[in-house]
Every structure is written in C-alpha cells, then in structure tokens.
C-alpha cells in the first residue's frame, strides 16, 4: 500500500516524503520529477509550450503509472487533486494525507523560489492565496489524514504518519459507505491516531495478505468477502464461525482474527425496543445479513419464522440456525399473528423507496417492526408501521451498533456513541 501526500506547494511534502520513505525503507517518488524527466523541459517550460493543461495532462499520465506501483511514498504536485480521476487512482491502493499550513508559511517555505509560473494572481501571495481556496475541498475530500504541518517539523510530521494506525474497509463496491465519516469521528473525539480508509478489493486473499504485511490494524469486509475471508484468516470468533461469515478483522501484530458483529448490533437495537426471548418473530429475507441475525435470534431465545422469495434459501437458513418454521412470501400473513418482524431483504431500500415487502394491513399495535435497511432513515415499512401503532426499530441503529463494536475491536477504547451516531445521522442526510 502505497503512502500519498498530498497539498500546496509548500506544505513539506517532499521533505515529509524523504523522511517517511527513509524511515520505512521505501522509494520516495516525486512526481513533478518525473513529470520534468518526462517532458525534458522545466515546469515553466512544459506550461510555456503546452500550457497549465498540457501540464495537467502529463501529470494525469505520470499518476496513472505511479497509481500501479506498490509500497512506495508519493509526494504529488499541488494541482494532482484537480483531476478526480488522478485521487480515485492514487486511493485505489494508498493512503491520501494532506498536509496543511497558513498561507504565510507557504509563502516562508517557498522563499524565493520563482522557478514556477503563477497559476492565477498577480504575485506569489495572491496567487496562493486563491489557488488554496480553490484546492481546499478538493484536498479535503481527498484526505484520508490532515495533518496540520505548522509549528512541526518535517521529521514530527513524518512521526504522526509513520504512527497513524489504519483501519479500512474492504469489499467492493465501498465508494457509498458511511463507515469512514463514522469511525473517523470517533478517533477524532477521541484524539486517537487511527485513521479509517476504503479499499475496494477484488481479490480477498491479496487484500487479506496486504493487511497482515501492512500492518493493518482492523479491516470492516462487505460484500463480497464475508464469506470468502474466512480461509485467509487466523482465528474466527464463535459467533462468526458458527454463521461462517465474517465482517470484521483484527490483527494483532500479523495475527488475524475474524469476527462478526451484525448479529450483536441488530440484537443491542432490538432490545432497546423489546426482549425477542420467548417471543413470534417473523424474519423477512435469507442473505447475508438474514443469517446473522437469524443465529442471534435463535441464541436469545426466540420463537423464529424465516420467509424468502426464494423459498428453498429460507429453507436452508431455518435449518442451519433451527429456526421453527420457514416459507415464502405468500406466507407474510403471519405477519398479523407475530410479536416482531424483521425485513432483512433489500425492498425499501434506496432508490426502489415506495416499496414494502410488508402489505399494511398485517401491521398490528402489539408489534414491533424493525427494518434493516437503513437508507432512506425512514423507509415505507417503518412509515407505516408507525402508522399502525407499532414500535419501531431504524436500521441505523443497527449499523451504528456494529460499527461501535468495530470501533472498540480496533482501538480498544468505548466508542463514543453520541459522535457517531450524530455523524451517520448527517451521512444519512438529517435528522
Ligand atoms: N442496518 C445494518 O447494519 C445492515 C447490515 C447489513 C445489511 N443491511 C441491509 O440489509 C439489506 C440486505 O443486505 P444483505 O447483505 O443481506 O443482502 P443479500 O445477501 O443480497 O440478500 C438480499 C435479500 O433480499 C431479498 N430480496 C431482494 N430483492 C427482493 C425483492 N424484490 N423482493 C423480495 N425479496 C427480495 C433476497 O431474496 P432472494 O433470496 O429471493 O434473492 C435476499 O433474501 C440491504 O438493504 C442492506 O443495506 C443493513
């Protein structure tokens, strides 16, 4: 995995890449070197004869090469982040961290430096001053780890990066996920030097290795490595053992252990709404997240009904977790004589968000409808079901639950609920 610095001219990143890349043993690229080396001319010359576009067109070929090498530090020119396409590359295999400063360190660190031609001001000052306003939420959307270079030396930024535990997720896709503005709140609140990244992931015996060499400190698996994680793996948790999928890895100094906290989560949100021990639960759905908390289910005692469009996938999960009885969906009536529902099943979710895979009339007031998906926060069941006088349970707690015991996997601190539960809140778009 490769380490990406990123931000103004200025901001160290070659003298922070020297040291990083000497310090961990690996080569450090620069990249406006090669792009010169690779043009025969000076920067001034290359935005001379070609202008500022020639220029960004040879450095979007120079990132795509360098995208594709391993292990290796990158310090990148200023504008990299202009083209999305260049950070999309970068990130597909590296860690982005941008370093910041003021404008008149920028301008200190420069000096007199005039080998460049201005981008857009009059002068040096002007000219920074509107390129980082126009770069700031370009850097920002791109940066896994800020880190604020003012009053640091290069060899204390080097420090904080070379210290940064990282947790990623990996699967494919992750470009939508909600777990890095969640668990990066929570290390932030908590000052913790852990940063959390998306990797998305084809192979999951490379990325699995990668976590091990890289020393990785969590991983969060989705689909479609739940399962197929499993082989690479050291230990694996009863709980993920016994549903044989897995959604969380830790390593312990290149030691990988497995675990699954979907189950653990949607019961904790559950139960903050009813006890299922002893109770009628109807279960919507046989996927992957239908067979975690149908194991859950039935280890806390509840008197459980699995029902799948598929009927023979229903079938299968009830005999694997011993569930009591188990159908297709013409059997949704039962529904009306049940103490809980559960929709597993993806009906509901965004984009397809007029549909419920509950007709109305079985909702009832002594149930308690607990959907699982949770975009949109209020999904039509949910809507209904709370016009029926139901209890209800948001899948977001679900998620906010696994995530916090991901959270406490990697880090080994409580995880701040309040912060990450406000933070998904807002990914979801409001209150
Ligand atoms: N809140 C959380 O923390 C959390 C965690 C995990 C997942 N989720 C959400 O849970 C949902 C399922 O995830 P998953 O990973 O279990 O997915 P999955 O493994 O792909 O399973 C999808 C399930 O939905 C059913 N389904 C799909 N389209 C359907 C339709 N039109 N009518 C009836 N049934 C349909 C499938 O039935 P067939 O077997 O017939 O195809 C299957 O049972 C997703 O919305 C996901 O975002 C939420």
Redesign the pocket.
Known sequence: MNIVLIGMRGSGKTAVGRILAQRLGRELIEMDKLIVDKAGLSISKIVAKHGWEGFRDLEEEITAEVARRDNIVIATGGGVVVREQNVTKLKQNGIVVWLTASVDTLLNRIGEDDSRPLLVGKNQREDIEITLAERQPLYQKAADITIDTENRTPEAVADIIANTKICCLIGDPVEHSLSPPIHNAAYKALGLNFAYITLRVKGIERAIADIRTNGIRGASVT?PHKVTALPYLDHIDPAAEAIGAVNTIVNDNGILTGYNT?GI?ALRALKEVTDPSGKRVVLV??????LAIAAALKENGAKLVIL???EA?AQQLAKKVGAEDAGDLSKISLVARSDILIN????G?APETKES?VPQEFLHDHLTVFD???NPKETRLITEARARGCAVVY?YK??LY?AARQFELFTGRPAPLEVMESTLIKALGGG
């Open positions: 689909t979907d989560a759905g046989s996927g992957g997240a239908a799948n469009r598929t996938k597993t099943t993806t009906v979710m895979i699982i998906v949770y899948g679900m998620l696994q």
